[in-house]
């Protein structure tokens, strides 16, 4: 077997596992509106919507971090998307995209936003696979 094959195998088993589903986008700077008094979200870009794997590293310990006033738990969770995944043309993922879970298995993981930490790259990979936190 060649190692194109073992590849095309290998990336079909990976979309396989996939059985959550994630938008994977970028948000805007949240604007306060005077009027109102309440702060609106900055709008969202969009990078790609549709199946993926979410799950926990092993071994990850979480790390105790203050947010504001509020002690907060930092869990890793590597999402997995499938390795043809397109991005629009010169966009890279960046630490602080996010990961909103929009279906899940696991019912409990319905609705989790998660903040990008860092994106694998590699030509011989079965996935791509993006290191995120769950920062709640």
């Not at 190692?3 to 290998?10: F, K, P």
């Not at 890279?92 to 298995?105: D, Q, T």
Request: proline share 5%; aromatic share 6%.
């Amino acid at each position: 077997m060649s190692l194109a094959d073992a590849l095309a195998r290998g990336r079909s088993a990976a979309e396989a596992r996939m059985l959550d589903r994630v938008r994977l986008y970028t948000q805007g700077d949240d604007v306060f509106d005077r009027e109102t008094g309440e702060t609106v979200p900055g709008a969202q870009t969009v990078l790609y919507e549709g199946q993926a794997r979410v799950k926990p590293v092993a071994q990850a310990s979480g790390e105790d971090a203050q947010a504001g006033e509020r002690e907060v738990m930092l869990r890793e969770i590597e999402v997995s998307l499938p390795w043809s995944t397109p991005l629009p043309s010169g966009v890279r993922v960046l630490p602080g995209s996010r990961v909103a879970v929009l279906a899940a298995e696991d019912p409990r993981m319905t609705g989790l936003v998660l903040w990008v930490t860092g994106a694998q790259y590699g030509s011989q990979a079965t996935a791509w696979r993006l290191s995120t936190e769950d920062r709640s």
